[in-house]
């Protein structure tokens, strides 16, 4: 089993929509957690970290359910310019940071 | 402010032959951090270095190696090279070792192994 395994997509959706991503970790002792968004060919980029009580940033919110040891992200509103591969990422106590294999997302008009 | 910054940005080898990758950190930050991306992959993590010790090692096989100098750049190494080990090479800088720090990552070196 992986350590961290996420919807395997694609999701293809209109503008407007809203979409939902999950993951899933195995490792107990992790303790931070990420989603970050990878464009075609380009480096990832933090997209947000996910806390605890849940937390929102403007269209994005992100929430972690440690006992279920579950993740989600939430885009409210789809742009098209939100298309990318978003993967979900945990981190245990350094930097020793684990990637899911990333869920696809492409927006239409 | 410059951003992570690697090189070169594209490399082909043969199988047998050694490599090696550079990185230069975002400036004041001390720990790098090594990913190997393979097409339709996350990235996998490889090393991580700060203050120019090894604070990290995922699993990878002994041909990988990397070093930070003092400058807090970075290089990779990767000897005898497989076809498998074509892929992105992701360098990662933040400026502590611990806890929640966000990673900034360069634009990565791709490696094709023929």
């Known amino acids: 089993r992986k350590e961290v395994e996420q919807d395997p997509g694609p999701f293809n959706v209109p503008e407007g929509a809203t979409v939902a991503f999950n993951c899933t970790y195995s490792?107990?002792?992790?303790?931070?957690f990420f989603w970050y968004r990878q464009d075609c060919r380009k480096e990832p980029k933090l997209l947000m970290s996910?806390?605890?009580s849940g937390n929102e940033d403007g269209r994005f919110t992100a929430q972690l359910n440690r006992a279920s040891q579950y993740i989600s992200l939430l885009i409210r509103d789809s742009k098209l310019s939100d298309s990318a591969t978003y993967l979900c990422v945990v981190k245990k106590g350094n930097n020793d940071m684990r990637f899911g294999a990333g869920t696809r997302l492409t927006v239409k008009p | 402010d410059a951003g992570v910054t690697q090189s070169p940005t594209h490399l082909i080898k043969t199988r047998g032959q050694q490599v090696t990758l550079r990185c230069s950190p975002i400036s004041g930050h001390k720990s790098v951090s090594w990913y190997q991306q393979v097409l339709g992959q996350g990235p996998q993590f490889i090393f991580q270095y700060y203050e120019k010790e090894e604070r990290g090692r995922g699993n990878f096989p002994d041909r990988f190696s990397a070093r930070q100098f003092p400058n807090y750049s970075s290089e990779l190494n990767v000897n005898a090279l497989l076809l498998g080990d074509s892929a992105l090479y992701l360098c990662?800088?933040?400026?502590?070792?611990?806890?929640?720090?966000?990673?900034?990552f360069g634009p990565g070196t791709r490696l094709l192994v023929l």
């Open positions: 490792n107990s002792a992790s303790q931070s």
């Open positions: 990662a800088s933040s400026s502590r070792d611990y806890r929640v720090e966000t990673q900034y």
């Open positions: 996910v806390y605890s």
